[in-house]
Nanobody, 124 residues
Framework: QVQLQESGGGSVQSGGSLRLSCAAS???????MAWFRQAPGKEREGVAL????????YYADSVKGRFTISHDYAKNTLFLQMHSLKVEDTATYYC??????????????????WGQGTQVTVSS
């Protein structure tokens, strides 16, 4: 059983930055680790993915150039650095993990393990 624990959410003004963390236990190579978000009344959407053995990254178009996903294998921690935040980035952010990699990584149903979520609120 994989346990995930997010931290780092909060409130920020538009244009600001936040860094989310996700502590994972255990932490596997050749796994996909992803950030998803869900705003009230909307479906959960994939934000970013990193494949832990290659460190290849993938992003949703809406966050490209603003968000950076990374991981620290030694510390079993996943990160999401968010810059130039917009009001529309307001959501609960979740980390999730699954074995292997699939090109349709942004589908929430592919991930069996989830954190409890952390709230990000961006005000204008």
């Amino acid at each position: 059983q994989v346990q995930l624990q997010e931290s780092g959410g909060g409130s920020v003004q538009s244009g600001g930055s936040l860094r989310l963390s996700c502590a994972a236990s255990p932490y596997y190579r050749r796994w996909s680790m992803a950030w998803f978000r869900q705003a009230p009344g909307k479906e959960r959407e994939g934000v970013a993915l990193i494949v832990t053995d290659t460190s290849r990254t993938y992003y949703a178009d809406s966050v490209k150039g603003r968000f950076t996903i990374s991981h620290d294998y030694a510390k079993n921690t996943l990160f999401l650095q968010m810059h130039s935040l917009k009001v529309e980035d307001t959501a609960t952010y979740y980390c999730a993990t699954a074995s292997g990699y699939r090109t349709d990584w942004y589908r929430p149903e592919l991930y069996p393990f989830w954190g409890q979520g952390t709230q990000v609120t961006v005000s204008s």
